[in-house]
């Protein structure tokens, strides 16, 4: 069972992440950026970035929780984690590993919606966007 400390605590840590990552792109060092990005989500799932734009959707939900329990708040997190990994690696001029991290997000954002857990306000906003980023890049 997760309790609702870890998820805490993993939610904070992706927060503070996702501000310093902000941070970095703002003055424009996206390989610190990127560094930053993929210590974490290594951290978090366990698993490299290049790993987990690998995985099918079943793979992915298989990390948003342990034990088979399936946490709103840690998908949320890691899709918010590769949406802005999908921006850096576009700013780096790597379109197919940003297109692969988005894709996740995107799953990510879909499986938090049907999930009756907790959704961010905005989340029709992120899926719409990284889907006409995907299109665009087709």
Known sequence: ??????ILRQV???VSVLAQVSLKCQAQEYHLARDI?????????GLDPARIRTLTLDELLSVCGNDSEFSSEIATGLADLLREDG???????NQET????WKRAIWLYEAVSGSGGVVPMDLVQRLSRL?????KGS
């Open 37 to 45: 990005l993929a210590q974490t989500i290594q951290e978090i799932t």
């Open 12 to 14: 904070q840590q992706m």
């Open 1 to 6: 069972m997760i309790t609702r400390d870890y």
């Open 98 to 101: 940003a297109k692969e991290s």
């Open 131 to 135: 889907t006409s980023l995907l299109q």
């Open 87 to 93: 921006f850096v690696q576009a700013e780096l001029g």
